[in-house]
């Protein structure tokens, strides 16, 4: 079976700072993955999502980006954090092209910018 | 473009009373319906999903959710309610073969004994 596995599971960074967040998916292969963030009392905004190694799609203009070295992992990362990045992020899996486009989230790392 | 709509933020009920989770969504191309539930801290978990077929879809935790076209509604319904149901569900839209989900604001259940 599918898993979907983030880390790490909590964050504090100071303002100003890099950021690296990753997500690694096992049991499946060529799935497309995504990057959500759930600020607190909003619902949820999708920030980037990649169909294949080296692509990636953004959704929102921000000072985050992502990337994609390997087929079942998805990077999030940020050279200089800002007090609004703060958040919980999320990262999902989807099959390939052609499924029914049913999304599979992972745990989630909060994070904390101060 | 699509949009969800979750019309109540908020939801009270007692132990073992019945629970509606209302969404309405708007799309110009046909959509598959989602709900999922998110426990706090957690990750979004998927409970029950439409993609054609059967008007009424039961998924687990003894939810159902039934769609209809006409009034672009996929709401959520659970006969009786256990503490263990107290989490934040979401319902989403994708656009057939667009591999995207829009999803709604959340409403927060809370299950008073």
């Known amino acids: 079976s599918q898993t979907i596995h983030q880390w790490p599971a909590t964050l504090v960074q100071p303002v100003g700072s890099p950021l690296s967040l990753e997500c690694t998916v096992e049991?499946?292969?060529?799935?497309?993955l995504y990057w959500y963030r759930q600020a607190a009392g909003r619902g949820l905004q999708l920030l980037f999502y990649?169909?294949?190694?080296?692509?990636i799609s953004s959704e929102v203009p921000q000072n985050l980006s992502a990337s994609r070295p390997q087929d079942r992992q998805f990077i999030l990362s940020s050279k200089k954090l800002l007090l609004s990045d703060s958040g919980f992020y999320l990262c999902?899996?989807?099959?390939?092209?052609?499924?029914?486009?049913?999304?599979?989230f992972g745990p989630g790392t909060r994070l904390t910018v101060l | 473009a699509q949009s969800v709509t979750q019309l109540d933020s908020q939801v009270p009920v007692f132990e073992e009373a019945p629970v509606e989770l209302r969404c309405n969504y708007s799309?110009?191309?046909?959509?598959?319906l989602f709900w999922y539930v998110q426990y706090p801290n957690q990750g979004l978990q998927l409970l029950l999903k439409?993609?054609?077929?059967?008007?009424l879809v039961k998924g687990i935790n003894g939810f159902e959710a039934e769609f209809n076209k006409s009034q672009t509604s996929f709401h959520l319904r659970k006969p009786s309610v256990h503490i263990s149901d107290t989490a934040e569900y979401f319902c989403?839209?994708?656009?057939?073969?667009?591999?995207?989900?829009?999803f709604g604001q959340g409403t927060r259940l809370t299950i008073n004994p």
């Open positions: 999902a899996w989807s099959g390939d092209r052609g499924s029914t486009d049913t999304q599979y």
């Open positions: 049991g499946t292969s060529n799935p497309n």
């Open positions: 990649s169909v294949g190694i080296g692509q």
């Open positions: 799309s110009s191309v046909s959509v598959y």
């Open positions: 439409y993609l054609s077929g059967s008007t």
């Open positions: 989403a839209v994708s656009p057939q073969g667009a591999q995207k989900l829009v």
